[in-house]
């Protein structure tokens, strides 16, 4: 069994409950071992750039040198935790300045320099268990099913720190929806964004933003739209004008495994 230090992050404690129980409910299927740290905090919910903006980062950093001490890849399936944590375990491999001012402040056993392997659950699945393999282990296939992958903002930038796919012309989780017998749909507005973090300043044009995603898949045939961002979830289905269902992928993940009944018992 592959084990892997998980960080399910704030949200997923309280308004995103249901993203953290189908992915513990589909790791356990898959044979995963989610081992969550025991003193993990907020990761700060977004990335600060400033050079000498550290405090913020910290929280993350203890993450991350919980995943070395472990010895074990770090997990995360939040979008804006993956940011956050990615981004800076990026920085502290490549600035030696940032590395220094972490590790003078935490104090830690020994250095935190970057060693944590970081993976979101969708890395895991393509890169670990691999697309193939995970479709031989859907027990139900969601055959017919026209699905829109919604990536946002936060899963793909910055593209040089996530490294996890094209930002431009995504396919994982198109690959994702096809692994579980879905018929993904390819719609111009994937990778936009969705106004989330505009909502509290200018509802009206979060709704706009929103509103263009959903039409945008809808226009493409789209009969569900799929996320890993909580943010994005609640703007969708709150701030949209649309009618069309969105779901975490790890609940159609769940459902295609079996495991959706399991964890609702």
Known sequence: METFTYYPGCTLR?????????????AK????????????????????????????????????????????????????????IKQTNYDISNDEEFASKVNNYLKLDEPYCGEATVYHYLEMLR??????????????????????AYY???????SKAL????????????????????????YAQRNECCGGYIALEDRAQAQKRSSN??????????????????????????NSDSSLPVYYFTEILAEALGAKEDDNE
């Open 213 to 238: 995603v959903m039409r945008s898949a809808e226009d493409q045939g789209a009969e569900m739209v799929i996320t890993a961002c909580p943010l994005c979830m609640y703007n969708l289905k709150k």
């Open 14 to 26: 309280t308004k995103a409950k249901t993203l953290d129980d189908y992915a513990r409910a589909s």
């Open 163 to 186: 490294a996890m796919d094209d930002p431009e012309n995504p396919s994982i989780i198109e690959d994702f929806i096809r692994a579980i017998g879905g018929t993904p749909v390819i």
């Open 29 to 84: 299927a898959l044979g995963i071992s989610l081992e969550e740290p025991s003193d993990w905090q907020c990761c700060g919910g977004a990335y600060t750039t400033a050079k000498d903006e550290i405090a913020t980062k910290l929280s993350a950093v203890r993450t991350l040198n919980a995943a070395k001490t472990a010895d074990s890849p770090l997990i995360t399936v939040c979008s804006a935790c993956h940011n956050v």
């Open 152 to 158: 946002g903002c936060l899963l793909l930038r910055p």
């Open 127 to 148: 890169d670990v268990i691999g697309f193939d393999e995970l479709a031989k282990k859907v027990v139900n296939p969601l055959t017919g099913k026209k699905i829109a």
